[in-house]
Nanobody, 127 residues
Framework: QVQLVESGGGLVQAGDSLRLSCAAS????????MGWFRQAPGKEREFVAT????????YYTNSVKGRFAIAGDNAKKTVTLQMNILKPEDSAVYYC????????????????????WGQGTQVTVSS
């Protein structure tokens, strides 16, 4: 069994920063990529950012480029998401996810590629 545990969410004002962290525990597993998705009330879960371990490449959805930064350690199976200049539209439950095998595309931005998911952490940005 693999567990992903997120931390670092909270309530902030527009323009503030937050840092989300995710750590994997349980059995050892090979990770091809780890990333973050988010889901706002009434909306579908959407891709935010990911890191592919084999190349160190990072990918972001357009709305967070230049504001968010993903980093991680494959050996420790940890990943962080530094979120700067937060906007009210960033409010959502943020989920950490890990993919064991190759993603369907280079961006690894498809949720079905991910095998393990955290329980989510709430991020609320007030205007």
């Amino acid at each position: 069994q693999v567990q992903l545990v997120e931390s670092g969410g909270g309530l902030v004002q527009a323009g503030d920063s937050l840092r989300l962290s995710c750590a994997a525990s349980g059995r050892t597993f090979r990770s091809y990529a780890m990333g973050w998705f988010r889901q706002a009330p009434g909306k579908e879960r959407e891709f935010v950012a990911t890191m592919r371990w084999n190349t160190g490449s990072t990918y972001y959805t357009n709305s967070v480029k230049g504001r968010f930064a993903i980093a991680g350690d494959n050996a420790k199976k940890t990943v962080t998401l530094q979120m700067n200049i937060l906007k009210p539209e960033d409010s959502a439950v943020y989920y950490c996810a890990a993919a064991e095998s190759t993603c369907i595309n280079y961006e690894c931005n498809v949720a079905s590629d991910y095998d393990y998911w955290g329980q989510g952490t709430q991020v609320t940005v007030s205007s």
